[in-house]
């Protein structure tokens, strides 16, 4: 596959087996609408743009998938959970737990260690917790997706990482364009997505 063919491939593979709850749809199509708000604030209120892109867009996104989204055999695929987390791209809920530990502990060591271990110099300290705190989960969120895709460069090749890092960055973008319909499913009682709408024309072989 060429880049945009492994990029759609991607995207399809996230969204048939990690996005059948209407609420997880709904969830992420908000946490998009936070993310892209985060990206303008970057440049106006770095502060207050790392605040919106962790505490509103990843807390939302997440509790779509630990809370609604079913972990139970998914019939429209063919797939258990345990299959699915496997062949995972990105973070599947392992890592994800993983990833958000280091998160949720930033502060705590901040408190403890207000220079976290001589990383800030005592002006810096001064600036206070809230701003260290955000540079710290500006680094973890850049570090994440760093990380990731690295280690995609050896486990699936340099093309296979870079369009996961150009998907993630993305995506925002790409949930409002699939997921600005879920609420109203989801007014109408529609819980979860059978997919009807996107097998006929769509692979079925995971990245």
Known sequence: MNFI???QQQRWDDHRYYHHS??????????????????VLIFINPVLAVMVGWLLAMILRQIGHFFFEPKTYDTVNNASHEYKE????????????????????????LLLQPDFFGFFDPQEVARGLLYNTSILWLLVGIGAVLFRT???FFLKGVQSGLVWCSKILSDPFHDIKIYHKAPYYLFKGAMYDDMSDWYSDRPTQAS
């Open 22 to 39: 209407r609420i997880n749809q709904s969830l992420h199509l908000v946490s998009a609408c936070c993310f892209i708000a985060s990206y």
């Open 5 to 7: 063919e492994e990029l």
């Open 86 to 109: 496997s062949v995972k791209v990105g973070y599947n809920l392992q890592r994800k737990v993983v990833l958000l530990s280091i998160w949720v502990l930033v502060p705590f060591v």
């Open 150 to 152: 690295v280690q995609l």
